[in-house]
């Protein structure tokens, strides 16, 4: 399956929050469709029972202790980039209806 | 020649007062005007940069005391704007900053200017900046690669001694190559990624272009090691890597029998064979190495890639920062608007991409296949890097392209790729040198080594480097 019609691209366009032209629905229908059939080369790859990998340097369970650390960041710094805010809070538009 | 001395010596000599941060910095800014043209540069840091020239004049200490340094437009710099050449970060000043910024400052180091990429560091061209495509240095009808490609072109114009990257799949190293530069791509986790915009979080790495193997060594060994705030970095090599050691004679050497066939265009296969014959005159042992699944990596990279873009770039709503679409009536129509208007083509194209690999009925066909074929790859690498030292092909099947060539063919763009990307997927360092030219553009060699062995690959290349001038 790797033929892209441009109903498998407006819900993937969903799914990604994203709203698209028809142009862009188009295009990417086609691009998208040769992208995946190049990929499809990895269906044919004998793996036997070897297992997905997760992470390349044999981390695991990198923990620290739960306390606050002060990083020395002032919190107007941290807010000065919200598009919107109210009495320094995030402000966004209305969930419900 | 280049403008600049080498790094340690440019220290050196603030140090004992004989040159000036003030007068480099000058010196900096002025190429960066001289030469704008070129469209590496995407904000220059003029006053902080002299500010912090300033005081270290007053107290000249660090072991990169003084020298001017461009970062990549994705690292965030405190107090400075950072774009990732994209709309949709356009006008975001960092809040804080990335922490190889931190070490690299914490020696006296100065950044100068952020330079041009691919939006988000997608792409291999610069020509998906969502500002302006830069251009290569040796011919500015060329693309400089990417998609660090304004870093790599900034130091060759010598607009600074040493310049920052990211390489998720061969953007330090593509770059590096297609401008003559020497790109350094670590061992996954060696340099931690906290404060810089993330690409695809398993494969990501930070790693400085230089035009010197010693210049990058020394960069490296500031900015490398645990860091709190990157759970995934690992400890640096107790010896450092700024004193190398020579290792070339008596070292073994597999050349990558996928790396030297047919794809690769016959100039850049001859440089790279003149240049294995130099290694083999100097004492090293070669042999022919074969990686069966190679021709597979990018095919497993470009699910995984997009996968892991896809679920960062989520982040992206409009909400808490960067491009916000002010006349949304909901907070969904905000989501959407605010990431579709503000989104470039390649970007989408990956979420898209990304989100397809990882929806349901689709994620063991793709995603998991692409992360069981990556073990086998990761196998392949690990036996292959028991009965060699290094493993060494060309960092790209060809010269720089033209500007415009590979744009509306997004597959195409995508195989430039094809030889850097494995070295990501299985975390092992990889260094791009400069070596020789075809049809007057610089060739790069490439050559890896297994993972933690950073030092190793470093002393080897310089040997190598000494050896191709």
Redesign the interface.
Known sequence: ?SN?TRE??LK??Q??????TED?IAE?SS??S???Q??????A?D?GD????????G?TN?T?DDVI?D?G?AID??R?????QYEGQ?K????I? | MSAWLPISEIARLVQTGELKAVDLVEQALATISEKQDYNAIIVTLEARARERAMAIDAQPTGRLAGVPFIAKDNFLVFGADTTAASNILRGFEAPYQATAIERLEAEGAICVAKANLDAFAHGSSTENSDFMTTKNPYDTSRVPGGSSGGSAAAVMLDMAPFALGTDTGGSIRLPASYCGAVGYKPTYGLVSRSGVVAMASSTDVIGPITKTVADAALVLDVMSGRDDLDGTTIDADPAGYAELEKSLAGKKVGVIKEYMAEGVAPEVKAQIEAAIATIKAAGAAVVEVSLPSLPSALAVYYIICPAEVSSNLSRYDGQRFGHSYADATSLEESYKKSRSTGFGKEAKRRIMIGTYVLSSGYYDAYYKKAQTVRTKLINEFNEALQSVDFLLGPTAPDIAFKIGENIDDPLKMYLTDILTVAANLVGVPSISIPAGTAHDMPVGLQIMAAQRHDRQLLGFAKEVEGLLV
């Open positions: 399956m892209l498998d691209i993937l366009a799914l990604a929050r994203l709203e698209l862009e990417y691009e998208l040769e992208i995946l190049y990929v499809e080369m990895l269906q790859v793996v070897l297992k997905p990998t997760n992470q390349v340097t981390l990198i620290r650390k990083y960041y710094d941290l000065k980039n919200l598009p919107d995030i966004v538009k209305r969930m209806g």
